[in-house]
Structure formats: C-alpha cells, structure tokens
C-alpha cells in the first residue's frame, strides 16, 4: 500500500501542475492558432 502510494504521489504533483500550468498555456496557443488561421481564410476569401 505505501510503495503504491509513494508511486502515484508524484504523478498526481505532476498531473496537477499539467492540469494548472501546462493546459491553459496549450489552450492558449490552441486560441491564437485558430485565429491566425481564420485571419489566412479571410485574406484568401478577400484575393
């Protein structure tokens, strides 16, 4: 039970610095990627 424990505890560290951190610094990218992109529709829609 204790090997177990010690196991996952770093995991659920690392899994919640994933979850605070890394997440919204994905979903941020993911955000200005999508804009840039409909920004590109929209100047090809405009050639």
Same mark, same amino acid.
């Given at each position: ?13 690392? /899994?919640?610095? @994933? +979850?605070?951190? *890394?997440?919204? &610094? ?9 804009? /840039?992109?409909? @920004? +590109?529709?929209? *100047?090809?829609? &405009?050639?």
């Amino acid at each position: 039970m204790k090997i177990c424990l010690i196991h996952t505890f770093p995991h659920s560290i690392l /899994f919640n610095f @994933f +979850l605070s951190y *890394i997440l919204p &610094i994905i979903l941020k990218k993911i955000k200005v990627l999508n804009k /840039f992109i409909l @920004f +590109l529709v929209k *100047i090809f829609d &405009i050639m």
